[in-house]
């Protein structure tokens, strides 16, 4: 792929990140977190230093059909939010990097095996959130293992992308670019999402929302390009993750209430009894109730999905509330736009 210079902006986002790296050297000489902050800036140093503009790399002949249709996709998604959706965008998806590797990021969630509490970092900007990312398969793994030997449950999995909430002009990455038409455009309108709206100490919304505004916005501008085949797609992804979204409040209740119905340290052993009993009967839920009516995922996830407390609230942080989000767009008559600006109102009101 043919490499266009950067010139300017490389050397000024570079003498940025270079302050940054320095500062978090200060606090990493004393701070485990401080350590992974230089660790994190590192890796957004080298992805922005690795940034090329899409439009020049659409142009470019070398580079190969299937990647410069994404690479349009992209621009036309980007566009779309912002005109249609009136997401900020700024530079936000005009660039492309390709990080050298398939996996951009490794997510590491941890919770107690006899509570629904979840281990949680906190970071600067975002706040307090239940998962921590890895840049490196050793590290994650590393741990990944320290906390099962403490006894906790953990779930480690990959993710394609990630937001920098405005603070950079984010590129679309490779791992992005692996996904289908619909995932891309779901995954740039979630992304942008979060530059519109990203509260402290609220991952479960923060990632619920953009989740819902990713998928009924990619279904809307399918069908605003008479894509329909595309658009079903989406929809019928959506559908399903409404079904499991649903599956997952259930379980999560009946879990949370074995637990607490049987409090006191002297009464775990029947805690955890009662955990493997409720996962047990989740599973077969999963695979003679819910799987079959699944439109786009395979039944064959409803095998081998992970059950423990990590997994669970995991999967909770991005799908919470999804029905509320529903009843404000059928509110809004499927304006999602309008949807959106209630949606954010009502939460804000409720943070006060």
Sequence with gaps: ?????????????????????????????????GWFVIRAGWEEARILWRREPIEALVAEPSVDAATRGKLRLVLEARAFAALRLGLPTDGAFTQYADIGRDTLVL????????????????????????????????????TEAGLRAAGLDTYLRPAPAFSTLGWFEDPVLNTTLQGD????????????????????????????????????????????RGDAVNADRVAARWADERRLAEFWRRLYGAIDSAFASEPGEARRDRRLALRDSLYGVARRELVDSVAPLFQAIDPRYAERVRLDNAALIARRIYLTDLEGFEGAYAQAGQDLERAMAAIIRRHAAGRR
């Design 1 to 33: 792929m043919v490499v266009v210079s950067g010139g300017w902006r490389r050397w000024r986002w570079g003498r940025i990140l270079l302050g940054g790296l320095v500062g978090a050297l200060l606090v990493g000489a004393v701070t485990p977190l």
């Design 107 to 142: 997510v590491l969630s941890a919770a107690e095996r006899d509570r629904l509490v979840p281990m949680t970092w906190w970071f600067p900007i975002v706040g307090t959130v239940p998962y921590k990312g890895f840049f490196r398969w050793d590290e994650a793994t590393r």
């Design 181 to 224: 038409s619909a995932s891309i455009v779901e995954t740039v309108i979630h992304e942008l999402t979060h530059a519109r709206y990203f509260p402290r100490d609220a991952v479960p919304f923060n990632e619920s929302f953009a989740n819902f505004v990713g998928a009924r916005g990619a279904e809307q501008f399918f069908r605003a």
